[in-house]
Structures are given as structure tokens and as C-alpha cells.
């Protein structure tokens, strides 16, 4: 087995040029985190539905950029696609309206934060009352393969920790740090490895402009019940360079193109759907106020804009509650909360969950009518030794409907094998 030096060989004299050493000192965690000894799901224990109700304060940054642990949970969403830094800026000094080349390589690395109230709450530095779990990823879109690793940890221990004052999160020596790039713009600087999956990346990146608040100023419902809500911040078109080592591959310098998504919620799909469905001979049809999944994207475009685009959907597959926004590279914006249609047009079966995905959509905004396709299929991530559930995330190509590339970004689904449990 190739141990960690080897893979890392590249990319420790980067690391320490960001201060992402002030996190604390990398701890030598891979593959697998547990807590008490097994997985941990992100089902939630009985005693937090008594949790308070989120915060509709208007945000405050860089705090509200840092962690909000009195939320059930929260996390800090990392996706983009990886170019060659030549072929890229040859791109750019061309014409700025030219595609930018496809990409090699897409990533996540995703740090959730979960507030677990115990039924006995335990007087002890080692009461698992906040835990943390991270997903790191690397689809190869050349070879068409999926490289992937996921840790469970308790918060609160130098290698498990976030940050009130600002983005500052680690697991293990996974970490994601922000900046302040002037201007009210983000700097992030991340570093994710794994011995297992064999792979590692890091990268700094850039903001072009201050963070998008989603929704109402940040507050962005998530279906028809007034609980069905989370705070809700997302940073599109970051740009930066890095490198990436896999194990089988070498080790090459990397342009990226990337998007961050923060999210924190107390009821982010509602509780108890069973008991607050309504239906009724005069009402009509039941209304289903908590949901079995979401299909999510978010793209960068290649004329500087971004769109944020969501559906909920219920038990029956139909969708629930849409949303999503649209900003062009001048910070104009809109919100489209409402007014999205979402439309399967081709499909691929896990072999590994059962589970039936679209891999290909058609998706209806007030920007005009774009179609999303998957860079390739098998992009399901099995963190059923982490969150509890399968789901698909990968990178995804964006074109109009006459079949014009627009840009590219990441496509989320959860569900399709069974509900998720938040």
C-alpha cells in the first residue's frame, strides 16, 4: 500500500503557505472516523425537536460565516471542476465569451456539524453533543470513475473542531479556512486527502464578488411550512489554483473553478410529515409538508453568472417546493422561489444502492430553459457509514437547448434510496 507521504509528497509546501496550519496540527486520521465505536447517521434524536426557532436576523459577516452550534445542523459545501492552468488561461486571454476547456477532474469536500441533545445529558468533554462528519471526493471524468472517503468524529477536540468568528473547520487533517480578500470577498483555502481513496487536493481560491444570500436575504424556505427553512449563503464562481496528487496518476498543478454552499437549519425538511399532511374532502388533495428528498445544482457559468436551482420533493417523487436564484457577474440578482420545472430525461440504476437517478435534466427558469447532464453516471457516493443514506453528487455539464455549452457545475440528488433522514 502507498502510505501518506508518497501521496501528500506534492502538496505539503502549499499547505503551509496558507496558514491552514492554524487550524492545529495534522492528525494522521484515515479512511473512517467513529463515534462509540460504530457509524454515525444524521438521523436526529427525539430530544431535538424541541429545538429553538432559527434565527431570521438579518447575517453578519464574517460571523455568520462561522459555525451556528445551537442549530440541529449545518454544513459547509465545497464542489468544483479542475482544469490544466495553461489551457485555462489561454481560455480566458482569448475571449472571455469562449467556453472555457472541459474540465479533467470535478471534487467535493462537504463538512457537516450535528448538534446531537442526548435524553441524559452528560457532564463530560466527551458527551458526543456536537458531532462532525465530512465527505471528500474526486470524480475522474476522463476515466470515468469515482474516488471517495467520509469521517465521523465528536466536535471539540483539536481534530474535530469549527469556528464561531469565521469559516475555520477541520476533520482530521481535512480543513477548510477562510480569508478576507478585501471588499467584503472571501478567500478559501482547503486541503483534503486520503490514503484510502488515494487522492489528495488543495487549493486557494477566490471570490469575484461578496456572498450570494439565497433567498430572502439569506433566508431560504425549503417547502410550505413556516419551520421548513434554513439560513442559507453560497459563494459561485471561486477561482484559484492548486494541485492534485492521485495515487495512480501523479501529481499536476490544477486551475479550479468552484462553488461554496453554507447552509444551517433547524427543520430543514419539516418533522413529523405523517402528522401535519393535510387532506380533506373540501381541501382537496393531501399536501405533504415533509419531504423524501431534493435535487439540487449549482452551476458556473462561462459568462461570469451563476444559478443556484432546487426541488423538494415528497414521497411520491413530485416535487414539493422549488427555489434557487440567479447572479450575473455584475452582482445583479434574482430569486427564483416558485418557478422552477424540473424534467427527467434519462436515467442510470446504481449497482450498488438499486437506486434509479436522473442523469439527465431539463430544468425551466425565468433565465430560459437549460439542460444538465451528468459528466458521467456512476457518481453515487455510499455514505452509509457516515450520514446514513446513499446519494449522487458529481460534476455535470450545462448546455441550452440547442445543445451550446454554458458552463459546467455539480448536481446533488437524495432520496432516490429512500428518505433522507434530516
Not at 456512476?378 to 455514505?383: L, P
Request: aromatic residues 8%; without cysteine; glycine residues 12%.
Amino acid at each position: 500500500m502507498i502510505g501518506r507521504r508518497p501521496l501528500l509528497k506534492g502538496l505539503g509546501a502549499w499547505s503551509a503557505s496558507t496558514g491552514l496550519g492554524a487550524l492545529g496540527a495534522p492528525v494522521g486520521l484515515t479512511g473512517l472516523g467513529t463515534v462509540g465505536g460504530v457509524g454515525a447517521g444524521l438521523a436526529l434524536s427525539p430530544g431535538m425537536a424541541g429545538a429553538q426557532t432559527l434565527s431570521d436576523a438579518p447575517l453578519r459577516f464574517p460571523r455568520d460565516h462561522g459555525a451556528h452550534p445551537e442549530t440541529r445542523i449545518e454544513w459547509w459545501y465545497l464542489t468544483g471542476v479542475l482544469r490544466a492552468p495553461s489551457e485555462t488561461a489561454e481560455a480566458t486571454r482569448s475571449n472571455a465569451a469562449t467556453p472555457l476547456p472541459p474540465p479533467t477532474h470535478g471534487f467535493q469536500l462537504t463538512f457537516f456539524r450535528l448538534r446531537n441533545d442526548l435524553a441524559r445529558p452528560l457532564d463530560s468533554a466527551f458527551a458526543p453533543g456536537q458531532l462532525m462528519l465530512a465527505h471528500a471526493a474526486i470524480s475522474d471524468l476522463g476515466r470515468q470513475r469515482l474516488l471517495h472517503d467520509q469521517r465521523v468524529l465528536r466536535h471539540g477536540f483539536a481534530n474535530a473542531r469549527t469556528e464561531l468568528g469565521d469559516t475555520a473547520v477541520r476533520l482530521g487533517d481535512w480543513q477548510l479556512r477562510r480569508s478576507d480578500a478585501g471588499e467584503g470577498r472571501s478567500r478559501y483555502d482547503l486541503v483534503m486527502h486520503s490514503e484510502t481513496a488515494g487522492f489528495a487536493l488543495s487549493l486557494s481560491l477566490r471570490a469575484p464578488l461578496p456572498p450570494l444570500l439565497q433567498g430572502r436575504e439569506g433566508w431560504s424556505r425549503k417547502g410550505p411550512g413556516p419551520e421548513q427553512a434554513s439560513r442559507y449563503v453560497s459563494e459561485p464562481q471561486l477561482a484559484g489554483t492548486g494541485r492534485l496528487a492521485l495515487r495512480d496518476g501523479g501529481t499536476r498543478e490544477v486551475a479550479a473553478r468552484a462553488w461554496l454552499d453554507h447552509e444551517w437549519s433547524n427543520d430543514l425538511l419539516g418533522r413529523g410529515a405523517e402528522e401535519r399532511t393535510t387532506s380533506s374532502a373540501a381541501s382537496g388533495p393531501a399536501v405533504p409538508t415533509a419531504h423524501a428528498g431534493w435535487d439540487w445544482l449549482g452551476l458556473n457559468l462561462d459568462d461570469g453568472s451563476a444559478l443556484t436551482l432546487f426541488q423538494v420533493r415528497g414521497d411520491d417523487g413530485t416535487a414539493v417546493w422549488t427555489g434557487g436564484s440567479w447572479r450575473g457577474a455584475d452582482g445583479r440578482q434574482a430569486d427564483f422561489e416558485q418557478q422552477l420545472r424540473f424534467e427527467p430525461l434519462a436515467h442510470w440504476r446504481s449497482p450498488v444502492s438499486l437506486a434509479t437517478y436522473p442523469v439527465r435534466w431539463r430544468v425551466r427558469t425565468p433565465r430560459g430553459v437549460i439542460l444538465v447532464e451528468a459528466a458521467f453516471q456512476a457518481q453515487e457516493i455510499d455514505a452509509r457509514r457516515s450520514t446514513g443514506f446513499p446519494y449522487w453528487e458529481g460534476a455535470a455539464r450545462v448546455s441550452d437547448e440547442a445543445g451550446r455549452p454554458l458552463g459546467w457545475g455539480y448536481l446533488e440528488m437524495t432520496g432516490y434510496a429512500g428518505r433522507v433522514p434530516l
